[in-house]
T-cell receptor
Framework: GQSLEQPSEVTAVEGAIVQINCTYQ??????LSWYQQHDGGAPTFLSY????GLEETGRFSSFLSRSDSYGYLLLQELQMKDSASYFC???????????FGQGTELSVKP | DTEVTQTPKHLVMGMTNKKSLKCEQH?????MYWYKQKAKKPPELMFV???????INESVPSRFSPECPNSSLLNLHLHALQPEDSALYLC?????????????FGSGTQLSVL
C-alpha cells in the first residue's frame, strides 16, 4: 500500500517558524509536492522536491531526504494568512497520480 | 491567464436530477483532472485526461461521466447521484500528465445532493 503521514494540526504564533513533516511509504518515489489550501478555497501548489536537499521560495522552504523517506515544509515569519491546510503529495512514478497525505491544519495565532 | 475556472460554484441537486460541472483553462495545459474532496480530507483523484483522451478512471461509479470536448474544456456529467456524493469537486490541470507534480486547481463546485 501507499501511505503518507503528516501531523493533523499545528499551532504557532505570528512571526514564528513552523515545520510540517511528511513521511512516506510508497511502492516507488518520483517526487514530493506541497500544496496549501485555505478554508473554502482551491489547493495551491507551493513547492516540489525530486532530489535531496532544500528548495527555497520566499518565506517557504521544502526539504527532502529520499534515504529517510521524509520531507518537510518550513514556513518562516508566519503571518495570519498562512492559516490553512497543508498537504504533502507523492508521485510514485512519472505520470503517475499524486498520492496526498491527510493534511496538516496550521493555525497562526496573534 | 493562470486560472482554472469552474462553474457553477455551488450546486444543489436531487437524486433524480441530471446536471453538469464545467471547467476551463487557457494555459495550454494538456492534462486535466477531476478530484473529489470531502471536508477536512485530501483531494481524491477521479479522472485524468491527457491530450483530450481519458487516461485514468479511478473506478468511479458510472453516475459520474467525464467529457473533454477540447483541450481547454472539461465537463463532469452527473446523474442519479447519492447523498454521499455531496462534496467539493475540483478540476485541475497540468502542463502534461508527466508534469503533474504541479497542478493548477480551480476553486471547485460545492455539490449538495438531497
Amino acid at each position: 500500500g501507499q501511505s503518507l503521514e503528516q501531523p493533523s494540526e499545528v499551532t504557532a504564533v505570528e512571526g514564528a517558524i513552523v515545520q510540517i513533516n511528511c513521511t512516506y511509504q510508497t511502492s516507488g518515489f518520483y517526487g514530493l509536492s506541497w500544496y496549501q489550501q485555505h478554508d473554502g478555497g482551491a489547493p495551491t501548489f507551493l513547492s516540489y522536491n525530486a532530489l535531496d536537499g532544500l528548495e527555497e521560495t520566499g518565506r517557504f522552504s521544502s526539504f527532502l531526504s529520499r534515504s529517510d523517506s521524509y520531507g518537510y515544509l518550513l514556513l518562516q515569519e508566519l503571518q495570519m494568512k498562512d492559516s490553512a491546510s497543508y498537504f504533502c503529495a507523492v508521485r510514485v512514478y512519472q505520470g503517475g497520480k499524486l498520492i496526498f497525505g491527510q493534511g496538516t491544519e496550521l493555525s497562526v495565532k496573534p | 491567464d493562470t486560472e482554472v475556472t469552474q462553474t457553477p460554484k455551488h450546486l444543489v441537486m436531487g437524486m433524480t436530477n441530471k446536471k453538469s460541472l464545467k471547467c476551463e483553462q487557457h494555459m495550454g495545459h494538456r492534462a486535466m483532472y477531476w478530484y473529489k474532496q470531502k471536508a477536512k480530507k485530501p483531494p481524491e483523484l477521479m479522472f485524468v485526461y491527457s491530450y483530450e483522451k481519458l487516461s485514468i478512471n479511478e473506478s468511479v461509479p458510472s453516475r459520474f461521466s467525464p467529457e473533454c470536448p477540447n483541450s481547454s474544456l472539461l465537463n463532469l456529467h452527473l446523474h442519479a447521484l447519492q447523498p454521499e456524493d455531496s462534496a467539493l469537486y475540483l478540476c485541475a490541470s497540468s502542463l502534461s500528465r508527466e508534469s503533474n507534480e504541479k497542478l493548477f486547481f480551480g476553486s471547485g463546485t460545492q455539490l449538495s445532493v438531497l
